[in-house]
């Protein structure tokens, strides 16, 4: 599969579709090894000497063989749209992507920290070109790269320490080392854009090529939830480190929503929306954690491990088709903001438009699709942390909560503007650009079938992932096919028979309805008896003014009227605090140039010879 | 607060409302108990908008027939025109006919105004009755009770 | 001094002014730059209102011309981005009939008929003005019982359409008891009127030197019939006063300045509510009995305060009047025939300020202007009404008191 995905990268100098269809191949494969892993018990390692006892190699377990079919899910897709996408972008771009792709799989099936590293710097530095590959995103590549190296000196410092302790770099065993649980924790934070260290997400994630977003949004941050997986399997649950991630995640769950709920560029809001999602993931292990802590008897704790996981599932899904869909879109027609690419399904296609409508109604919690089993999944979790002894622990929890179930509601309605505004909505008559679209057809189609049958088959996923305490029957629903969010039963959810329920009552109806409407009039929309024009359609800002107004103390909303020119603006505060940060370094940097570089001949000497001695006395 | 249930059960404002008969063309059987209807102005001197007004009033109570005032002409079965219309009300008003739902009915009622393009020169369909002279409040009542009760 | 209106006649740019209650016209070109209104009154059948406002997510949020809303046809094109209303400009053409140019080369009874159909519900204004404009010409002196009856017959068109702006407001803020009520005193003044005038809207009781009634009308009676209605107004505006709900939403909504509203020529309740004493009628015969109601906030609140008083005393001036009229003879003076020359018309109608420029030449019209208070109310809304929010657009638009039949004739 490596030697796929190297090879891909390299076929990438002669011919890209040729590579992005050896990396397809490649995911095809790291599916079936993820499968096999996960479902059918498959594992296996290759491992090499490296020095002292030290060894290197890679490995499969049940963990990460899981993860590695949920990331190649997104691989897969994500290839099979380059083919046609890359040919906008260069050949170098198919490189790119194949070896950022072959970066996490290192990642993934890393035995040990040190092909951990080097998975995590090959992601990083691929992502990084990819991202410049955008014309003019050299400012947010560079924003990306940054943090992705802060992350990178965090993993090193956990990994030296787990060095340290266990002498030995295996990810594997038990370690209860708090540098390394720390340092490693804030790391795989700052990858998955936990507020607030989520500023460069939305800035790189929307200014990347679009193929390479939904790269960076799914897989990518999936990396840092796989790297939360894998410290708390080495680690084990930790109470406070719990309650962190509880409160980290809830505010970024809400942050994101909120953020996502007024955000007018068209990639900002999908951004967002993963600052959201990896939050709920976050809280979720976080409770899993503190569940963990309060007692092993009862199931919750593995309950709302599961709920992560599927989560985790859920939103690589729907953001690789959201990121392709929009990015199609927004390729073809050639525009950046909402509110100018109205009409999707009339002048792009019908299928990127029903990819918007699908993804972004997954991540409303609609009913039939997965993100609604996810978060009630969450929803039920969190109404279960009455049972916590510790009245710290409950309030904690939900709070938690609260900003979690505001944040799935804000959601909601960012959803409703992104579907509103882009996928529907009257068309402005614009001509999109011809593409070659039938492998992005097929990659939408293929990811929006997904999303449909995870849910319906939910409850089987579950046996699957040998969690089967949460599968009953009950309510004339046969056994096998009811989830359950505890033992003994809280809550039960069945999405299948949802599924069947709506089709029944609702959809077969509706279908026979519109064949049978012979006596429907169709006329253009009622607007006092003129066709609109075309500045007096709403507009996607004034959908969301009233957000912006009613919680102006978060937004620092500022209306500003000057002559016949009218805006509204708003700030994400975190943005404030790093330029802040980013000028005083500028100042700093600045300041010492000028001290330093002050073109006198006799400072440069004295310079070089105190550099001279003291590379000596480290050195010497 | 004032007891408005006893207040309004002691001061009985609705009049008993005879009809006059009239030829009117009918609609459907359908709106024999209810009838919607969406007024239009193309051009009036507000005279017939301030008889709408005064058709809302409590003495007339226009409910009790299952009359209602509909602020869509997709939700109406009866269009009134009013007036003569101005040249640029031709096609705001053609579309907004071409909004209504069928079977659909139009009024209209000129109001004596001796300027303006007649409803009758843009060769309107399903018109069910014409005026030219000015209807006050009663009377255009006394039309669409009509109109209701053709089989 | 007020600048009223603008008119070309033999291919010069003429002024329609007025100073206290002298009214005149001047071609002191000087005037196009003294008065801040001039433009208005210049664009005044194609845009009122104010410049049209660009920017992010900005868009033209247009309400009519078939709308629910506001009955009558015209467009309002609010520009916002959302909820806040950052400039409203007013489109009237769709109603534009005209009338103007088509009284032009008509007589004086084709006239009068056309000017009752510029505003249906400001039918005595403009039948008076006019007939005032060709009497000033005439230079004819009118009997006491007369100008009485024509008091009557304007404050009786005042009082319905005071009650119907209390009406709208209120059943914009979903006063369903009290829009009950209000309809049905509404309704019964329509009906008053048949019996005084024989027209609902008093069509055709104004006559070029004359009134004409109805004869067999039970003064007494018609009295009796008005102080029922005053006490049942009395009543619910007291009540009206009292509710919250319907309180919250007209106070400080569509603000208005006394010195903005002077600038652009605003008349009528609308001025008396920000607090300026001036009304025309109270130096005219008849209206002896008339106090002048002041209100100093100029918001949609104080107009509708305003109104309700000037309610109560117009009733009291018109029971006062129709006591003093003694005898229904004579009244119908000379046919105005053959007139030559130019006269001027005015009178405090409903909504401010109307004023009508007649010019004839042997009984045919040669050129008619007419200034109708709603133009200026048109402004006075597109100024106010920014800064809100659209949800506020029925009690800022209907406080006014204003019409598109009136605004483009």
């Known amino acids: 599969m490596i030697v796929l995905y190297l090879i891909g990268a390299l076929v990438g100098f002669l011919n890209r579709k040729l590579s992005y269809f050896l990396g397809l191949l490649a995911s095809l494969l790291a599916l079936y090894v993820g499968v096999k892993t996960t479902f059918f018990g498959f594992a296996g390692t290759a491992l090499f000497h490296f020095f002292d006892n030290t060894t290197v190699g890679i490995e499969v377990d049940k963990l990460n063989g899981m993860f590695l079919a949920i990331a190649s899910l997104s691989f897969i897709a994500v290839t099979l749209f380059s083919l046609d996408f890359g040919e906008l972008y260069r050949k170098r771009m198919a490189i790119f992507l194949n070896l950022s792709m072959l970066g996490m799989v290192l990642i993934l099936l890393a035995h040990d920290g040190i092909t951990f590293l080097i998975g995590w710097e090959i992601m990083t530095i691929f992502s990084y070109l990819l991202i410049v590959e955008h014309k003019g995103a050299y400012k947010e590549a560079f924003k990306f790269l940054a943090f992705s190296e802060l992350s990178t000196v965090l993993l090193i410092i956990g990994f030296l320490s787990l060095y340290i302790s266990k002498s030995s770099f295996d990810l594997s065993g038990n370690t209860n080392n708090v540098v390394f649980v720390l340092f490693t924790s804030l790391a795989f934070i700052i990858k998955m854009g936990i507020v607030p260290f989520h500023t460069w997400l939305k800035d790189a994630h929307s200014k990347a090529p679009s193929n390479a977003s939904a790269l960076l949004s799914a897989p990518v941050t999936l990396m840092g939830v796989y790297g939360l997986f894998r410290v708390i399997d080495l680690a084990g649950y930790n109470h406070l480190w719990g309650i962190i991630a509880v409160i980290l995640g809830s505010i970024s769950a809400f942050w994101g929503a909120i953020s996502a709920a007024v955000s007018k560029g068209l990639k900002i809001l999908p951004a967002y929306s993963t600052v959201e999602n990896n939050g709920m993931i976050l809280a979720m292990l976080g409770f899993a954690a503190c569940a963990h802590a309060y007692s092993t008897s009862s199931t919750l704790f593995e309950f709302a491990y599961l709920t992560a996981i599927l989560l985790s599932l859920s939103h690589i899904l729907a953001k690789t088709l959201l990121f392709l869909s929009i990015g199609q879109a927004k390729e073809q027609l050639g525009e950046e903001s909402i509110d100018n690419v109205r009409g999707i399904h009339e002048s792009v296609g019908k299928i990127p438009a029903l990819g918007v409508v699908i993804s972004g109604l997954s991540f409303s919690a609609f009913p039939l699709l997965l993100g609604y089993v996810a978060e009630w999944m969450m929803l039920e979790s969190i109404f279960q942390s009455y049972q916590f002894a510790s009245v710290f622990d409950r309030v904690i929890t939900s709070t938690g909560g609260v900003l979690l179930s505001l944040g799935m509601g804000f959601a909601s309605f960012s959803m409703i503007k992104l579907i509103g505004y882009s996928a529907l909505g009257f068309s402005h008559g614009k001509k999109a650009k011809p593409m070659n679209r039938v492998f992005m057809h097929s990659a939408e189609l293929v990811l929006m079938g997904l999303i449909v049958l995870f849910s319906f088959f939910a409850v089987r996923l579950f046996f699957g992932l040998g969690y089967s305490q949460f599968v009953i029957g009950a309510l004339a629903v046969p056994t096998g096919w009811l989830i359950a969010s505890a033992k003994p039963v809280f809550g039960v959810i069945s999405p299948t028979f949802l599924a069947i329920v709506l089709a029944v009552l609702f959809i077969v109806p509706f279908v026979i309805y519109l064949k049978s409407r012979a006596t429907t009039k169709r006329v253009i929309s009622w607007n006092g008896g003129l066709n609109l024009k075309e500045e007096e359609y709403f507009t996607a800002n004034a959908f969301s003014f009233i957000i912006e107004y009613i919680l102006r103390f978060v937004y620092a909303t500022k209306e500003t009227k000057d002559g016949n020119r009218a805006f509204v603006s708003i700030r994400d505060v975190f943005d404030d605090v790093y330029n802040y940060f980013v000028g005083m370094v500028n100042r700093v940097t600045y300041l010492i140039s000028k001290l330093v570089m002050n073109g006198k001949v006799y400072f440069y000497l004295s310079y070089i010879l105190t550099m001279f001695v003291l590379i000596f006395i480290v050195f010497g | ?151 | 001094m007020r600048l009223l209106g603008v008119f070309e006649e033999n291919e010069r740019e003429f002024f329609l002014l007025q100073d206290e209650d002298r009214f005149f016209k001047s071609d002191n070109q000087s005037y196009k730059d003294e008065f801040f209104n001039y433009n208005l009154i210049k664009n005044r059948d194609v845009l009122i209102g104010s410049e049209p406002v660009e920017g992010e997510g900005v868009f033209n949020f247009r309400y009519g011309p078939v709308t629910a809303g506001v009955k009558e046809a015209g467009v309002f094109n609010i520009y916002t981005y959302g909820e806040r209303i950052l400039s409203v400009n007013i489109d009237p053409s769709y109603k534009k009939r005209d009338i103007e140019r088509l009284m032009i080369k008509k007589s004086i009874d084709e006239g009068l008929k056309f000017a009752e159909f510029v505003c249906g519900n400001f039918a005595v204004s403009h039948a008076l003005a006019f007939c005032r404009a060709l009497e000033g010409c005439a230079k004819v002196d009118l009997p006491e019982n007369v100008i009485r009856l024509r008091v009557v017959a304007l404050e009786l068109e005042r009082l319905y359409n005071h009650v119907d702006v209390f009406l709208k407001l209120a059943r914009g803020a979903s006063q369903n008891v009290l829009t009950s009520h209000l309809s049905f005193i509404f309704e019964e003044l329509l009906r008053i009127n048949i019996d005084f005038g024989s027209n609902r809207f008093l069509k055709g009781v104004v006559v070029p030197d004359g009134v004409q009634v109805n004869k067999s009308a039970n003064f007494e009676d018609l009295s009796k019939r008005l102080k029922i209605l005053r006490d049942k107004f009395e009543e619910l505006y007291e009540h009206a006063l009292k509710s919250y709900n319907f309180i919250d939403r007209i106070h400080n909504t569509a603000l208005l300045s006394k010195e903005f509203a002077l600038e652009i020529g605003v008349t009528g309740p609308t001025l008396r509510a920000c607090g300026v004493d001036e009304d025309l009628r109270v130096k005219e015969k008849g209206y002896e009995r008339l106090s002048v109601a002041l209100e100093e906030d100029g918001d949609s609140l104080a107009r509708m305060e305003v109104r309700a008083k000037e309610f109560l005393n117009s009733l009291d001036v018109i029971v006062d009047n129709l006591n003093k009229v003694k005898s229904l003879d004579k009244l119908k003076g000379v046919d105005l025939k053959d007139l030559n020359g130019e006269g001027i018309g005015y009178n405090e109608s409903p909504s401010g300020l109307l004023v009508y420029y007649v010019r004839l030449n042997s009984g045919i019209l040669e050129n008619v202007y007419i200034s109708t208070p709603s133009v200026f109310g048109f402004k006075a809304f597109s100024e106010a009404f920014k800064g809100f929010i659209f949800t506020d657009f029925s009690f800022a638009f209907d406080s006014f008191g204003i019409h598109f039949a009136d605004c483009a004739r």
């Open chain 2, 1 to 151: 607060m004032k007891p408005w249930v006893f207040y309004g059960l002691s001061n009985r404002l609705t009049e008993r409302f005879r009809k006059k008969d009239d030829k009117i063309k009918g609609l459907s059987p359908a709106f024999r108990n209810s009838l919607h209807i969406f007024p239009i102005d193309v051009g009036n001197d507000n005279g017939l908008n301030f008889e709408m007004e005064a058709l809302q009033s409590s003495q007339y109570n226009i409910h009790r027939f299952g009359i209602f005032f509909t602020d869509s002409p997709r939700h109406a079965d009866i269009l009134l025109i009013l007036g003569r219309c101005t040249e640029k009300m031709v096609s705001p008003l053609k579309e907004t006919i071409n909004q209504l739902p069928s079977p659909y009915g139009i009024v209209v009622v000129e109001g004596g105004q001796p300027f303006g393009i007649k409803p009758k020169e843009l060769a309107l369909s399903n018109v069910l009755a014409y005026y030219e002279r000015h209807l006050s409040a009663d009377e255009v009542l006394s039309v669409l009770l009509n109109i209701m009760e053709v089989k």
